[in-house]
Nanobody
Framework: QVQFVESGGGLVQPGGSLRLSCTTS???????MGWYRQAPGKQRELVAS???????NYVDSVKGRFAISRDNAKNTMYLQMNSLKSDDTAVYYC?????????WGQGTQVTVSS
């Protein structure tokens, strides 16, 4: 059972940037990994995924603004978020893709507001 720890969230103005990190004590190299988010009153959604080193996919709403990456040697995954919008406000989580219900962490809050 792998536990993920997310960090890097915060309060940012519209148009700003944040970089989220996801770390784990276990190895992620064998897994397709994903960043998910859950906004108030909405279902959790997959926003970005990465297969191995560079095969990435994004939900349409973040294409061109977010970039997912991973460092398997450090068991760490990242989400670079640029040109942030108020609609990006949510708690962000990392997990495998598809997700394992046993691996959800606490998430990191991202709030985009002026």
């Amino acid at each position: 059972q792998v536990q993920f720890v997310e960090s890097g969230g915060g309060l940012v103005q519209p148009g700003g940037s944040l970089r989220l990190s996801c770390t784990t004590s276990g190895s992620i190299s064998a897994y397709t990994m994903g960043w998910y988010r859950q906004a108030p009153g909405k279902q959790r959604e997959l926003v970005a995924s990465i297969i191995y080193a560079s095969n990435t996919n994004y939900v349409d709403s973040v294409k061109g603004r977010f970039a997912i990456s991973r460092d398997n040697a450090k068991n760490t995954m990242y989400l670079q978020m640029n040109s942030l919008k108020s609609d990006d406000t949510a708690v962000y989580y990392c997990n495998t893709a598809p997700p394992s219900i046993h691996n959800w962490g606490q998430g990191t809050q991202v709030t985009v507001s002026s």
